[in-house]
C-alpha cells in the first residue's frame, strides 16, 4: 500500500536550507551595496566636474564683471553692478576656498554617508523553512565597514528596528541660510531695482546656460577602443569567415574573448550579476556588444545602414510584401517578344496581393529611338513613355495594372539589332526592394554587365530564356567560332546570376539550372477574337473570307529564308497558292529582291499588329521559321482559331496539343499541310484549350516553375538555393558547396573581363557602356557619371 503521506525532512537538511536561503539573502545585500558604491563614485566624478566647470565659469564672471575699464565713463546703472559685485565678492571668495579644498568631497561622504543600523525580523521565513523540524533560533550579523562609512544589517527573531544617524554640516547649512536671504532680497528692489533688464542679467543668464549645456555633453558615451573595435570587425567578417571555411566556433571565441574586458560596463548595471554560466552567453556577448555599437552611434548622430561585409539579413519592407523586380532587354512601342511579354507578365504577377512588382525597362536617347522605334515615334522623357506603355496594356488586358515601371540606360547595337543595357542595371532597383529578380533574357542583360553580382543583392534570381542567339550567330561570317564562344558565355553569365533558369522551349541551348517551360499567354484581345468567330460559326456565318498569311519582322533569321526555299522547291505544286506577307525589317528589300526574282506568289504588305481588324479573315497561318524559341505568333493566330502550319521542331512543341496546329517534317509534308488546311476549317478550341493559352495559365505555371509560389508562402524552394524565405529573408552563411564556389569565381572573372575597356570592344561591346553616358543622366535625373 502506498504511502501518500509527505515524510519528514531530517533536522539536518531543513538548517542547510535555512542557511542556504539566508546565504542568498546576504549575496543580494551585497550586490546592492555593490551597485549603491559604483553609483557613489559616479556622482563623485560628476560633482568634481561640474565644481571644475564652476571654478572657471566664477573666475570668468568676477573678472569680466568686476574689474571697470580703465578711463571709461560708466552710467550710474553700470556703477550699482560694480558695488553689487565688489561687496559680494570676499563671500563668494569664502565658499569658493570652502569647496575648492581637497577634503572637501571627502567630508561631505562621510557626513552623507548613511550609518544606520537595521534589524529586520525573519523569523517568519524562518519558520516557513524549518517547520518540520526543531525551533532554531539563531542571530546573523552581517556587517561591513568602509572607510568611514558603517552600515550594521542585524537580524533578531521579534525585531525590527531603523535607526538613522548622522547630522546636518555646518557649512552647508550657513549656506542654506544666506541663499534663503539672498533669495529674499532679490524679491525687492533693494539690489536689482536699477538693472533688472540690464547687460549684467544677461551676463549671468548665458554663464548659466554654458554651465548647463557643458554639463549635459559630459554625459558623452565614451568611444570605442581597439578590443571593442575589433570584437564588432571580427563580428561583421562572419560571412567571410565561412566561406573561407573557418568554424563558427573558432570567430566566436575571439569575439568573447576581446569583449570580456568590457562586459561589467557595457551598458547596465544588471550585467554585474551575469556572472553564472548560460546557455546563451554567445548570443548575451553579441548583443551587448550590438548595444555597445549603437550607442556609440547614436551619440555621434551617426546613421549605420549596413554590415561590414555583404549584409546577409535583407531589408523588411514597411507593407511586408515580397517584391519582384522584372528586368528586360526592350520596351514598347518596339513590338518584340522581349518588350510585350516582359509586360503581361508584370501585369498578371502584380494582380496578387502577395507582391509588388516593378518593371525595368531600358531607355534609349532621342538618336536610338529614331532608330528602333517604329512610325517616328519618340519620346522626350520616361513619364511619356510610361504613360504610353500603361495605355497600350491597358486597351488589352482591360484591367488597372498596379506595378511599377523604372528605366535604366540602354544602348542600341545595329551590328546585333538589340539594346545594351549601357552600366550597372541592377543599381536601378533599390536595395529595399532587392528581394526577387527575374531576368528577361539573362544571357543577353549579362553578356557585359559590370556591376553587382545579381545574386548577391536578390535573394532569388529567376532567368527566363526567349531568344536561340546561336541559330541567329550561325548565319553570320565565322557563326561557327562564335556560337561556339558564345554558348560558352551563355553558360557562364547564367550560372553566376541566376538560381533558376526557364527555357520557353528545348529550342534553346541546354543552360545550369535549367527547366524547359512556356510561361508565355496571349493577348486576351486575341482570346476575345478566337470566341466571335467560334460564334459566327456557330450560326451559320462565314468566318474565314481570306486564305493564307505570314506575319513577321523582315530580317533572313525570322523564316524568310525557309519560306522562300520551300515556295521555290514546291513552285509547281503550289500553283495557285497566294501567300500574303506582312512586315518589315532591315532585309525587306533583299527578301523582295529575291521572291520577284524567283517569281514567287507573294503579295508583300506593310507590317502591322497582328489583332488588327484586316487579318481576322485569314483561315491559315504559315510559320517556318526554326529560329524562334517559341513564336508569339503562332499562339496567338491559334487563340484566333486559325490553322497554324509550322515545322516540326522543338520551339512548336507546346503548340502540337491543339489541334489546329499542322507540323511537318519536310517540304513534302508542307505542301500536304497547306492543301490540307486551305481545303477545311479549322475545330473551335475547347474551353481548357483557351485556358492553356491565357496568361491566368501562363502565371501559374511560372510560379511553380520558378518555385515563386514556395517563396510567396514562406516555405524553402527545393532547387539547392541555401536560402531561407520568411518575412525577412536572409541568405545561408553555411559552408558554401564546391558549386557555390565556383559560380563565385565565374561571377568574379566575368565582373574583371567586363572592367577592361579593350576586352569589351573586342567582344563586340557598345564603345563606352560600361557606364551611361551624359544624355542619359540628363534624360533619367542621375548624377554625371563622371561625379558617380
Given amino acids: 500500500m502506498l504511502n501518500l503521506g509527505a515524510e519528514r525532512p531530517p533536522p539536518q537538511l531543513a538548517t542547510g536550507t535555512a542557511e542556504k536561503a539566508l546565504s542568498f539573502l546576504s549575496k543580494g545585500w551585497r550586490e546592492v551595496r555593490d551597485s549603491a558604491d559604483a553609483d557613489l563614485q559616479l556622482m563623485r566624478k560628476r560633482a568634481n566636474s561640474f565644481k571644475n566647470l564652476a571654478d572657471r565659469e566664477l573666475e570668468h564672471f568676477l573678472n569680466s564683471a568686476a574689474i571697470p575699464p580703465s578711463g571709461a565713463a560708466l552710467p550710474s546703472p553700470s556703477i550699482a553692478e560694480f558695488e553689487l559685485v565688489k561687496r559680494i565678492q570676499p563671500k563668494l571668495s569664502a565658499i569658493r576656498r570652502a569647496y575648492s579644498s581637497p577634503e572637501f568631497g571627502r567630508r561631505v561622504l562621510e557626513k552623507w554617508s548613511p550609518k544606520a543600523t537595521i534589524r529586520l525580523d525573519l523569523s517568519a521565513i524562518k519558520n516557513a523553512i524549518v517547520s518540520e523540524v526543531d525551533e532554531v533560533g539563531a542571530a546573523l550579523d552581517l556587517s561591513w565597514d568602509e572607510d568611514q562609512s558603517k552600515e550594521k544589517i542585524m537580524w533578531e527573531e521579534g525585531r525590527a528596528e531603523i535607526v538613522e544617524e548622522g547630522k546636518g554640516w555646518e557649512p552647508i547649512r550657513i549656506l542654506k541660510t544666506r541663499l534663503k536671504e539672498f533669495e529674499r532680497k532679490s524679491q525687492s528692489t533693494e539690489i536689482f531695482g536699477t538693472f533688472k533688464s540690464s547687460e549684467f542679467i544677461e551676463k549671468v543668464k548665458l554663464s548659466l546656460q554654458s554651465i548647463c549645456k557643458e554639463t549635459e555633453e559630459s554625459t558623452d558615451v565614451p568611444p570605442l577602443d581597439i578590443p571593442e573595435l575589433l570584437a564588432h570587425i571580427v563580428k561583421q567578417s562572419w560571412p567571410l569567415f565561412d566561406h573561407l ?14 569583449c570580456s574586458r568590457h562586459r561589467d560596463q557595457v551598458m547596465y548595471h544588471h550585467s554585474l550579476y551575469a556572472k553564472e554560466e548560460s546557455l546563451y552567453e554567445n548570443e548575451k556577448i553579441s548583443d551587448e556588444l550590438d548595444l555597445r555599437i549603437a550607442s556609440v552611434l547614436h551619440n555621434t548622430g551617426h546613421h549605420y545602414e549596413g554590415g561590414f561585409w555583404t549584409s546577409f539579413v535583407k531589408n523588411e519592407s514597411a507593407d511586408r ?53 517604329p512610325n517616328n515615334l519618340s519620346f522626350s522623357s520616361p513619364e511619356a513613355q510610361e504613360a504610353y506603355i500603361r495605355n497600350w496594356l491597358e486597351e488589352r488586358v482591360g484591367f488597372k495594372a498596379d506595378f511599377k515601371i523604372s528605366f535604366y540606360p540602354g544602348k542600341f547595337s545595329k551590328e546585333r539589332r538589340s539594346i545594351i543595357p549601357a552600366g550597372d542595371t541592377s543599381q536601378f ?32 534570381v529567376v532567368g527566363i530564356v526567349h531568344t536561340n542567339y546561336l541559330e541567329y550567330i550561325k548565319r553570320e561570317k565565322n557563326g561557327a567560332i562564335q556560337a561556339f564562344l558564345v554558348k560558352h558565355i551563355n553558360n557562364m553569365v547564367t550560372r553566376a546570376y541566376c538560381h533558376k533558369v526557364l527555357r520557353l522551349s528545348a529550342a534553346t541551348q541546354d543552360l545550369p539550372k535549367s527547366v524547359i517551360c512556356n510561361v508565355h499567354g496571349v493577348n486576351p484581345k486575341f482570346l476575345m477574337i ?17 486564305g493564307a498569311y505570314f506575319l513577321g519582322k523582315m530580317v533572313w533569321a525570322k523564316g524568310y529564308r525557309e519560306l522562300i526555299d520551300l515556295l ?35 503579295n508583300f504588305l506593310r507590317g502591322r499588329d497582328h489583332a488588327d481588324d484586316s487579318l481576322h479573315e485569314y483561315k491559315v497561318f504559315v510559320n517556318p521559321s526554326v529560329s524562334d524559341v517559341l513564336c508569339t505568333a503562332t499562339a496567338e493566330a491559334l487563340a484566333m482559331g486559325k490553322f497554324v502550319i509550322c515545322a516540326d521542331h522543338p520551339s512548336n512543341e507546346f503548340f502540337r496539343a491543339f489541334p489546329n496546329c499542322l507540323t511537318y517534317k519536310t517540304s513534302e509534308d508542307f505542301v500536304s499541310r497547306v492543301k490540307e488546311a486551305m481545303a477545311s476549317d479549322p475545330q473551335p478550341l475547347t474551353p481548357e484549350q483557351r485556358h492553356n493559352l491565357s496568361w491566368e495559365a501562363a502565371t501559374q505555371r511560372f510560379m511553380e516553375y520558378s518555385e515563386l509560389d514556395k517563396i510567396l508562402n514562406n516555405e524553402e524552394p527545393m532547387n539547392g538555393d541555401k536560402a531561407i524565405y520568411g518575412r525577412k529573408m536572409k541568405k545561408s552563411i553555411s559552408m558554401p558547396s564546391l558549386s557555390d564556389v565556383m559560380d563565385g569565381g ?29 544624355q542619359h543622366s540628363v534624360d533619367l535625373r542621375l548624377l554625371p557619371p563622371q561625379v558617380r
Fill in 321 to 373: 510584401k515580397h517584391h519582384v523586380a522584372i528586368v528586360t532587354t526592350a520596351s514598347l512601342p518596339w513590338m518584340t517578344g522581349t518588350a510585350v511579354n516582359p509586360l503581361f507578365r508584370a501585369a498578371y504577377l502584380a494582380k496578387s496581393a502577395k507582391q509588388a512588382v516593378t518593371l525595368v525597362v531600358p531607355w534609349l536617347c532621342k538618336s536610338d529611338q529614331e532608330l528602333v522605334y
Fill in 429 to 460: 532597383i533599390p536595395s529595399k526592394e532587392a528581394d526577387i529578380a527575374i531576368l528577361e533574357e539573362p544571357e543577353h542583360l549579362n553578356w557585359y554587365h559590370h556591376g553587382k553580382r545579381w545574386t548577391d543583392k536578390f535573394n532569388h
Fill in 530 to 546: 478566337g470566341e466571335k468567330v467560334a460564334a459566327e460559326r456557330v450560326h451559320g456565318q462565314q468566318a474565314f473570307s481570306k
Fill in 746 to 774: 565565374l561571377a568574379f572573372a566575368h565582373y574583371c573581363f567586363t572592367g577592361n575597356e579593350i576586352l569589351r570592344l573586342t567582344t563586340g561591346a557598345i564603345p563606352g557602356s560600361r557606364d551611361y553616358g551624359k
Fill in 245 to 258: 571555411g573557418i568554424r563558427r566556433d573558432i570567430y566566436v571565441k575571439m569575439v568573447e574573448t576581446l
Fill in 568 to 602: 521555290a522547291k514546291h513552285k509547281s505544286d503550289l500553283e495557285g497558292f497566294k501567300l500574303d506577307v506582312y512586315g518589315n525589317g532591315e532585309d525587306s528589300q533583299e527578301v523582295q529582291s529575291v521572291a520577284k526574282k524567283l517569281d514567287l506568289n507573294l
